[in-house]
């Protein structure tokens, strides 16, 4: 069974930044490609990006596109999401999920797996 924690979220001014890590325990990280996805309250759940397998590649939302940068460390068994430039329109709660199918896959159903969120609360 794999496992995805995330942490990181907080509350934070406008303009300001926060970078949040996922962990990912039980099979082989390098395995799965990985996304960042975001749920506002009375919203639908939102793709924000992914990065595949190698960390060679990444795709974002054009909302967040040249703000936030995904990266991961295979090594470390972790995803990040560093979030700059942060607008009040960015407050949700942040999800990381993996996959191991095709690659840059922005739907949340094609994610198996889904960690329990962490909240982004960015004050204006």
């Known amino acids: 069974q794999v496992q995805l924690v995330e942490s990181g979220g907080g509350l934070v001014q406008a303009g300001g930044s926060l970078r949040l890590s996922c962990a990912v325990s039980g099979r082989t990280f390098s395995s799965y490609h990985m996304g960042w996805f975001r749920q506002a309250p009375g919203k639908e759940r939102e793709f924000v990006g992914t990065i595949t397998r190698s960390g060679g590649s990444t795709y974002y939302a054009e909302s967040v596109k040249g703000r936030f940068t995904i990266s991961r460390d295979n090594a470390k068994n972790t995803v990040y999401l560093q979030m700059n430039s942060l607008r009040p329109e960015d407050t949700a709660v942040y999800y990381c999920?993996?996959?191991?199918?095709?690659?840059?896959?922005?739907?949340?159903?094609?994610?198996?797996?889904w960690g329990q969120g962490t909240q982004v609360t960015v004050s204006s």
């Open positions: 999920a993996a996959h191991s199918d095709l690659s840059m896959v922005v739907t949340p159903k094609a994610y198996r797996y």
